[in-house]
């Protein structure tokens, strides 16, 4: 039962007096009353009944609810108070009020969000089937299957059952239910916000248990589904009961900005509102006092606090175009400080929050304000996030419904999605309780871009394993590298917003993960998959010392038949000797010439002999250069090449040289890969399939589990290089192949 709660008027650190800041005396406005949860308590006993007729007792919830929805239905409220009041009657809460006042508050909260008829229908029952004799079939029967899906998704679960892992496990079961529907989480909000508004008379070990998980996990969820309004107050409260001390310095600084003879803010905002009348721009623009957390993050960077810190400009217009133009105003009329500017709007957050932030300088004392430029859809939905889209579900239109006939919700994001897929691989309880307070703590979230133009959520810190494991799950076992923005990457590396990531993909369904992703992990999904594989990895069985030197040896005998004829190449027998460690298994390589290999060309120097320059290894179509040398030769160049830039600079007179008709090339590449047993046999399989004889061939020694290959080929045809180097590209493990660049000088 949630009926630990107490009057706010009771002793203790927390009151509703005490939390939220004071707005400027000229800039606030006309607040509803607060609540008197006391009088609501005998309403709840003495009010009106009548079937028929709406009980006094939320008349509050009924007046916030027709602001938000003006034609709604009634009645579902209406029932839902009678049974809520009748189950709970005779249950008190601490503070000695009915325990009715409880599931009041809570519908209230969420009423003043803007939530529909459904989600204040359920919120009013949240407690009966936990804390009364209703049953879950009975609010089924009576309020239909939506209201019994968020009641019980709302329900706890038993301590009698589930013991010490009653909590975490219920989370877990609130989640799920979230998964589907969203507006689980979000009476479960409005519940623990009433909970910690009436906190005081706790024991003070109890307030800082509730106030931890609220802290770790609800803020955190709060923030996700972008529900602003009530994720500040619930910071404010956890600020009180945690540290009081700063609390009430903090609480000190507002009094006394309060108490200011002048105030920036209120004067920044009258210039704003002068500006845009004479743009003939119609907006609102209001002063929007920070919350004590909010503040005490600004006192820690900047001390002393001048007027303008204790709050910032709102400026609310009718359509999006107008943002901009506001902006635009404030950026010609005003002194904008560039490095503040923020556009939300275009590129909105992972919780829906849409806004233009910036900021302008007070020409008196350089005071610097604070702007937030946004539409009232943006605002509402900036204040309550999921609850302002409303049900989900209302006539949804069919391409929202999945082809099982399985309901989609829209609104479902895609964090959410990420915890509930690593949420079934948490083996116990601890474990999950654990994942979720870390991943809730990752506060940002980043896009990065897959090359078939789809998009990966992650948050922010997220790496290269993490991306693999996101988009291919336990699959991504298999990755053997990636590239970040065209670029060979580690896979710790850290991804920012907008990355483009491919992964490498290898093919060895029994492949493992590497010894030190779990370290690069950022991600419960990720180290969640990493572990249970290197749980599951059998006990190393005894190697006999020759075979397991047989197995080192391969990489190496493997270069040494890549030396020769793909077509001779042959593995190593299984009972080979290791060699020696060499630096690199080389054959030596024939200089090109004008023999086998060497493709026409045409020289305007009668009786010369061409010769191909090693150092670029030209082949048609390149742009090409000559130069004469000793013995009446004429090297050929590449346009691009170093050599062509010495040779000018020297004097060297270029000759005029061009290709002729035969094809037939030779051209050296330059192959990137990553380690793997049999990577050299297939490679060169690969090579000869598409014609090409290999002239020599070089295989570096692996660096952190990555290889170079360097292959001079013969090719009978020069228009089949591109095929030859696709060929190389698709062989599993290889990464890169690119013709041989020219170096440039002392390279």
Known sequence: MNAEAVNPASPGPVTPASVGPVAPAAARRKARPRIDLRRL??????????????????????????????????????????????????????????????????????????????????SLLHDTVEDTDVTLDQVGEEFGAEVRYLVDGVTKLEKVDYGAAAEPETFRKMLLATGNDVRVMSIKLADRLHNMRTLGVMRREKQER???????????????????????????????VMHPEEYEHTRELVDENAARADDPLTEVAEDVRKVLREADINAEVLIRPRHFVSLHRVSRKRDPLRGADFGRLLVLVQEDADCYAVLGELHTCMTPVVSEFKDFIAVPKFNLYQSLHTAVARAQDGQVVEVLIRTHQMHKVAEAGVVALGNPYATPPEEQTAGDGERVDPTRPGWLSRLLDWQRGAPDPDTFWSTL??????????????????????????????????????????????????????????????????????????????????????????????????????????VDPETEAAAGAEASAGAEAAAGSPARGAAPA????????????????????????????????????????????????????????????????????????RMTSAGR???????????????????????????????????????????SATVEPPDRQRVRHTYTVLLPDAARLPALMRAMRDVAGVYDVSRSQPQPAGA
């Open 41 to 122: 308590g005998r309403a709840a006993l003495l009010g009106s009944t009548a079937r028929g007729r709406l009980p006094d007792a939320i008349g509050h919830v009924v007046e916030a609810h027709r602001a938000h929805h003006p034609d709604a239905d009634l009645d579902p409220l209406r029932r839902a108070y009678v049974l809520a009041e009748s189950s709970h009657r005779g249950q008190m809460r601490k503070s000695g009020e009915p325990y009715i006042t409880h599931p009041l508050a809570v519908t209230l909260i969420l009423a003043e969000l803007g939530a529909e008829t459904t989600t204040l229908t359920a």
């Open 210 to 240: 509730i106030a931890k998980v609220t802290r770790d996990v609800l803020i955190p969820l709060a923030e996700r589904l972008g529900v602003q309004a009530l994720k500040s107050e619930l910071e404010d409260l956890v600020f009180a």
């Open 437 to 542: 307070r870390e991943d809730l703590a990752q506060d940002r979230e980043i896009t990065v871009f897959r090359p078939d133009g789809g998009t990966l959520g992650l948050p922010e810190g997220a790496t290269c394993v993490d991306a693999a494991y996101a988009q291919y799950g336990e699959d991504a076992h298999a990755c053997m590298g990636a590239r970040v923005n065209g670029r060979l990457a580690t896979m710790s590396t850290v991804l920012r917003d907008g990355d483009s990531v491919q992964l490498l993909m290898g093919q060895d369904p029994a492949s493992e993960p590497a010894g030190d992703w779990l370290e690069h992990a950022h991600t419960p999904a990720a180290r969640i998959a990493i572990q249970r594989r290197l749980a599951a990895r059998p006990a190393p069985a005894s």
């Open 574 to 645: 299984d009972d080979a000797p290791a060699p020696a460690p060499r630096p690199a298994a080389e054959a030596p390589e024939a200089r090109p010439g004008s023999g086998a290999g060497s493709p026409d060309v045409l020289v305007d120097l009668p009786g010369a002999t061409v010769r191909l320059a090693g150092c670029c290894t030209p082949v048609p179509p390149d742009r090409i250069t000559g130069f004469a040398v000793r013995g009446g030769v004429v090297t050929v160049h590449r346009a691009e090449c170093p050599a062509v830039a």
């Open 653 to 695: 007179p270029e000759v005029d040289v061009r290709w002729g008709d035969s094809t037939e090339c030779r051209v050296t590449l330059l192959a990137e890969s990553f380690g793997r047993p049999h990577l050299l046999a297939d490679l060169t399989e690969a090579m000869a399939l598409e014609g090409a004889e290999i002239v």
